[in-house]
């Protein structure tokens, strides 16, 4: 109290007040501060609610506001600005991924990489030996075969070998989630993952013969394609729901229904066949392309200690990787990126989920309603609340490997899954997010930047059944941000 006169006489405010007064007035703030001091911290209740115009797009969507979890705080500051539900654990879809590939950069490193190996034993057997690599597509794969080509590799005399033991895991049925077994998202992880486990075809209209034309852009040795598809007049619209696709044989691909002219070129992608029958097709098709033969089977086993290594190939960095998992919400890319994240191999997903908690605990993150399932968040049963995500984006912004986890991050109205989200419009370029949909959930977390160049962490979390209505309420909180 004395300081507080002492300060107000030295600087020469409270001229002409007596004493008296200056006095009672200092005392005054002192109980003030005493008071403030004393009193609880805001619970979540007592936080600022959701902006009007947030609230009135919910109400328009038909979204209750208890069914939504946000979170709004500067960078730089200890406390929300906005806390609504935050406590409330909730299903984040694809969100999750933000908690992987987080995990990874720090646990792994940036320049982690993964490598597939090509080995021989005195039989004649060649094995390939995987380590999770999530992107060893078309092209690096071919690059390895290459490899043994240049090698002397010519002739396999015995079997070719595929060892996914560096992964143990359950046994996978690619329609559980949602009855879709051909979806490409739907595929499981692999050790030996080859190409994503899919198939790329090319539907292009053919006017002139009023067909429409099936392009094999994936070599498979023996595929064969029944196309019965019909050209037809009209808007593109949904062309792949008006598809109807089978699996005739083995390697026999039925293709049915309608396809618009006005479609031009698409493509698309499947996933038909297990591991095993995929890896065969395509090993073989290329294998003869570049002069090879096989004289044995295809079948799956571990490499004997005794094989020699003959060739091998690289992935990737983690930091390029996780541009694709973030990017392009890649499911099974996140996946095997969680996977890797075991200590121990051969790797599960339980000691995954342990890795990940023990690091969540480590940095001192609520981890309280954080259910992990296989981090990709293409699961009924993931959840985090919105406080923790919060928490997390706060972390990874002070985090080394901060800069690479941001450029991972879709930029809003320019690329990946944002790429059409808001674009044109001010706020184009001034968020990175990752965004999340399920049936019933609809996610979006990142950063923002306000129109003083601030940046603010946003969590907007929605568990409802009208969810997929939600775009205009989260689009609403981004135009609320960029004008703070």
């Known amino acids: 109290m004395f300081f507080l006169f002492a300060f107000q006489r030295r600087s020469g405010r409270g001229a002409g007040v007596p004493v008296f007064f200056r006095l009672r007035a200092a005392f005054g703030c002192a109980l003030c501060l005493l008071a403030l001091m004393l009193a609880p911290p805001l619970r979540a209740a007592e936080s600022p609610t959701l902006p009007a115009e947030v609230l009135a797009a919910l109400k328009s969507a038909g979204i209750s506001p208890r069914h939504v979890g946000v979170v709004v705080q500067r960078v730089d500051s200890a406390q929300p600005l906005i806390r609504h539900n935050a406590d409330q654990a909730m299903n984040p879809a694809s969100v999750m991924k933000l908690v992987t590939t987080y995990a990874a950069l720090e646990l792994l490193g940036p320049s982690y990489v993964w490598k597939t190996e090509a080995l021989e034993d005195a039989a004649g057997n060649l094995y390939l030996r995987g380590s999770g690599d999530p992107r060893l597509a078309l092209e690096q794969f071919w690059l390895l075969l290459r490899q043994l080509r ?19 895991l359950p046994p996978h049925d690619p329609a559980a989630f949602d009855g879709e077994p051909l979806r490409p998202y739907n595929v499981g992880p692999d050790a030996l993952l080859i190409n994503f486990r899919s198939l790329h075809l090319t ?3 053919d006017t002139g013969g009023g067909g429409v034309l099936v392009l094999p852009e994936t070599p498979s040795a023996g595929l064969q394609i029944v196309n019965h598809l019909r050209l037809a007049e009209g808007a593109c619209g949904d062309w792949r729901e008006n598809l109807q696709i089978s699996l005739d044989a083995p390697a026999t691909i039925g293709l049915a229904g309608r396809y618009a002219a006005s479609c031009g070129d698409k493509a698309l ?30 079948r799956a086993a571990a490499t004997p ?44 997903p339980e000691g995954a989920r342990q890795q990940v908690m023990r690091w969540l605990g480590g940095k001192g993150l609520n981890v309280s309603g954080i259910m992990l399932d296989n981090g990709s968040g293409l ?13 997390l984006l706060r972390a990874a912004w002070q985090s080394p490997v901060m800069p690479e986890l941001m450029a991972s991050l879709p930029i809003l109205g320019v690329d990946g899954t944002l790429k059409k989200r808001m674009n044109g419009s001010e706020q184009s370029g001034r968020g990175h997010l990752k965004t999340g ?17 601030r940046r603010w962490i946003l969590v907007f979390l929605i568990n409802d059944a009208k969810s997929m209505a939600g775009k205009p309420a989260m689009d609403a909180m981004l135009r609320w941000i960029a004008a703070q």
């Open 150 to 168: 240049a090698r002397g590799v010519g002739e396999i005399t015995g079997d070719l070998v595929l060892d996914r033991s560096a992964f143990a």
């Open 203 to 205: 539907l292009r209209p």
């Open 269 to 298: 992608f499947l996933a038909p066949w297990t591991a095993d029958v995929q890896a065969e097709g395509l090993f073989r098709a290329l294998w003869r392309e570049l002069g090879g033969t096989l004289r044995g089977r295809v």
């Open 305 to 348: 200690s005794s094989a020699v290594l003959i060739a091998a190939h690289e992935s990737p960095s983690l930091a390029e990787i996780v541009r694709d998992v973030n990017k392009y919400s890649n499911n099974v890319m996140a996946r095997q990126v969680f996977l890797t994240l075991d200590a121990v191999r051969p790797a599960t």
């Open 379 to 391: 699961s009924r049963d993931e959840r985090i609340s919105a406080d923790a995500l919060g928490q």
């Open 437 to 453: 949909y399920l049936e019933g959930v609809r996610a979006l977390a990142g950063y923002v930047l306000d129109s003083q160049n």
